[in-house]
């Protein structure tokens, strides 16, 4: 099935730094930097369980996650293992947060792009960070942990970015796996949005990924936001499934 498959990709391409399997369930932590690789995934397991049961595993997670010092998250999707965890975290106080659309498109669908001042380099470089966590803000708190995750990465990568007049607008990263093109980190300079910049920079990570062996593209977007839905639209993608975060109130 090309839905669980694609998450079963997103957790090798967004690595954790530490990861934990308990009973069919993956704890996964990364000193807080994103919930993708600071959450359980549940997508291993039995189909159906005893209620009680289902409690003290998510008991133990939580007993993980304090340890550490972090907060008790839980990635909900629909492969779950039991299907009915939402159901139960839901009753033991959690509250659903940053639902999140998966979509995929065929990479023979794609068009040429009209701008071709980009600089894709398969491996990661000081340069890419520093322009990644300016335009996206990330903290300097959480700039190391970044870049280990980023390398901690065992598939082949594509850090694009792109230039207009010679100025770094946008960037982004792309990772290959069994002919899958996952995007990730896709930003683009908040003065240059609105303009097709965005658009110019994923075909041409889309070209690198075709190139390379790829035949299709997944990414995961915020439901809520409604101007990158519409450029992934616009290039074809098509939604596979939701997920989203339970967490404490």
């Known amino acids: 099935m090309d839905a669980k498959r694609i998450e079963e990709l997103s957790l090798n391409h967004w690595p ?51 340890s550490l010092g972090q907060p008790a998250i839980f990635k909900i999707t629909p492969f779950d293992r039991p299907a ?57 708190a959480f700039k190391p942990v ?6 901690g990465i065992r598939t082949k990568k594509g850090f694009v970015s792109l230039f207009h007049e010679g100025e770094l607008v946008a960037c982004g990263l792309g990772v290959l796996e069994d002919g899958w093109l996952g995007l990730y980190d896709i930003v683009t300079d908040a003065r240059y949005r609105n303009r097709g910049i965005g658009e110019q920079m994923i075909l041409n990570l889309l070209h690198w990924g075709k190139e390379n062996g790829a035949t299709r593209s997944y990414l995961a977007v915020a439901a809520d936001n409604a101007p990158a839905r519409k450029l992934y639209a616009k290039l074809g993608f098509e939604e596979m499934y939701r997920y989203w975060y339970r967490v404490r109130k």
């Open 16 to 66: 954790a730094l530490t990861t934990m399997l308990h009973e069919g369930w993956l704890l996964r932590v990364a000193e807080g930097y994103t919930k993708r690789a600071n959450s359980v995934s549940a997508i291993h397991g039995e189909e159906e369980d005893e209620k009680g049961k289902v409690e003290k595993r998510v008991a133990w997670c939580e007993r993980r996650f304090a």
């Open 84 to 140: 009915d965890l939402d159901r139960i975290l839901a009753d033991r106080g959690y509250v659903d947060v940053d639902p999140t659309s998966v979509q995929s498109l065929d990479l023979a669908r794609i068009h040429q792009p009209e701008l071709n001042d980009v600089r894709i380099t398969e491996q990661l470089t000081d340069q890419w960070v520093d322009d990644f966590c300016r335009l996206n803000r990330v903290g300097t």
């Open 146 to 151: 970044m870049v280990r995750m980023l390398k």
